[in-house]
Nanobody
Framework: QVQLEESGGGLVQPGDSLRLTCATS????????MGWYRQAPGKEREFVAA????????DYVAFVKGRFTISRDNTKSTIYLQMHSLKPEDTAVYYC??????????????????WGQGIQVTVSS
């Protein structure tokens, strides 16, 4: 397991942008598929985006494609989620997740090994 810590959340207006950051404890984060999930009040946690260990492949849920971008900097053991054109329905607690892998091209992050504590993103006018 690795320790994950999210930052960058907050309150923004519809149409605004926000970048979430996930700092990991692992110097070997390049061996982990990384992802973002979110959980809105009264709803189950849902997958948002994932990035392969080598950063080559990404995967997104349909409702964020074209608006969100996941990226990683393995030299800093950090993952980012850049969010544009935010909508009120994007309001949720966002979680960083990590899953160890031997396939550096995989974006499979379900059944994650590690989770961050979550960070609130609120989109409201």
């Amino acid at each position: 397991q690795v320790q994950l810590e999210e930052s960058g959340g907050g309150l923004v207006q519809p149409g605004d942008s926000l970048r979430l950051t996930c700092a990991t404890s692992a110097r070997t984060s390049r061996h982990y598929v990384m992802g973002w999930y979110r959980q809105a009040p009264g709803k189950e946690r849902e997958f948002v985006a994932a990035i392969s260990a080598n950063g080559v492949n990404t995967d997104y849920v349909a409702f964020v494609k074209g608006r969100f971008t996941i990226s990683r900097d393995n030299t800093k053991s950090t993952i980012y989620l850049q969010m544009h054109s935010l909508k009120p329905e994007d309001t949720a607690v966002y979680y960083c997740a990590a899953r160890s892998t031997t396939n550096v091209y995989s974006t499979y992050v379900r059944a994650a090994d590690s989770w961050g504590q979550g960070i609130q993103v609120t989109v409201s006018s």
